[in-house]
Antibody, heavy 121, light 106 residues
């Protein structure tokens, strides 16, 4: 069974750094046909892609957030980690990790349950 | 940066056909994917590469993409199809989502 599960703090203070971990099972992060993305969704709002990482460790970031984001992976642990610096209340959102197919084009065929992160002092 | 636009809402009667559009500059030259999201749940892929259905997605879901518009069509819409729908495209190596369309079945 293929699953992705996000973990991390539910509450962070403004200006702090957020670190989220996506633990995957049922597939390998070394699979060349797949990658993993982080996507967020503020309450009641649209999905926003943040970053993704491919099996060869190539990375891509949202243009508007790239200065604040770092994505990395540990294939042996089946984990993908996202860090976001300088958190602000507008960053309050549900953060999802998703498996990304890289065949022909990029799309997300499996999503984690999401983790709600609230930014507040 | 590249953007795609969706209507905020679409209404349809049960059993009828619902069409949800996604517009972007020369979107037809890219691939579009569609996701269904019900309240309190994670998004689910319903269409990828413009018109392909993942395993387990009912045949009433179909997609097309030409010119500047991609369209998700739900034939014989059922009450269970009421949800938010998001389109997604890729520009260079970045991903963009539409603002979402709330489909109401009434």
């Amino acid at each position: 069974q293929v699953t992705l599960k996000e973990s991390g703090p539910v509450l962070v203070k403004p200006a702090e750094t957020l670190t989220l971990t996506c633990t995957v099972s049922g597939f390998s992060l070394s699979n060349t046909r797949m990658g993993v993305s982080w996507i967020r969704q503020p309450p009641g709002k649209a999905l926003e892609w943040l970053a993704h990482i491919f099996s060869n460790d190539e990375k891509s970031y949202s243009t508007s957030l790239k200065t604040r984001l770092t994505i990395s992976k540990d294939t042996s642990k089946s984990q993908v980690v996202l860090t976001m610096t300088k958190m602000d209340p507008v960053d309050t959102a549900t953060y999802y990790c998703a498996r990304m197919s890289t065949v022909t084009t990029l799309y997300f065929d499996l999503w984690g349950q999401g983790t709600l992160v609230t930014v507040s002092s | 940066s590249y953007e795609v636009t969706q209507p905020p809402s679409v209404s349809v009667s049960p059993g009828q056909t619902a069409s949800i559009t996604c517009s972007g500059d020369k979107l037809g030259e890219k691939y579009a994917s569609w996701y269904q999201q019900k309240p309190g749940q994670s998004p689910v892929l319903v269409i990828y590469q413009d018109s392909k259905r993942p395993s387990g997605i009912p045949e009433r879901f179909s997609g097309s993409n030409s010119g500047n518009t991609a369209t998700l069509t739900i034939s014989g819409t059922q009450p269970m199809d009421e949800a938010d729908y998001f389109c997604q495209a890729t520009d260079s190596d970045t991903v963009v989502f539409g603002g979402g369309t709330k489909l109401t079945v009434l």
